[in-house]
């Protein structure tokens, strides 16, 4: 009975050893690195030092949109089964918004794709509350509320 007993303890700081050093991501099994393409990332605006879009509606309102952030960066993101971080994976993305003479918000995103057999890259875009979405995998734009 005690060598059960001394098993069980023995099995159970090893499962907690094992759970803490895969917390970090250097401990993942595994990384991967998705980059976009370089056909989608000629969308992205190169230099934010001034950028200056104009926009004329129905009304012949024009605004005059300022680029307030220009961001390229990789969001981080992993898998872990039974508390062991097995996969760890950094994404590249865009991020860009502009603001008008008017206060109108505008954003662009660009996402490359995690899953290539199940999502491609994408493209966003929200002026205020009217935002669209468009799939280069799919070839299309998903409905989106």
Partial sequence: MNIISEMKTKLTFG????????????DALTKKWNYL???????????STFVRMIMV???????????????NDYSWGSASFAGI??????????????VSNYGDSYS???????????FGENMMFYINDLNFKYDFFWKKSPVSK
């Fill in 85 to 98: 971080k097995y996969e760890v994976s950094h994404t590249e993305y865009y991020y860009q918004n502009m």
């Fill in 108 to 118: 662009f995103y660009l996402n490359a794709s995690f899953d290539k057999e199940t």
């Fill in 57 to 71: 509606d129905d009304n012949d309102i024009t605004r005059e949109f300022i680029i307030r952030t220009n961001e």
């Fill in 15 to 26: 499962l907690l050893l094992l759970l803490l050093v895969s917390c970090g991501e250097d």
């Fill in 37 to 47: 393409s370089d056909e989608l990332r000629v969308w992205a605006i190169e230099d």
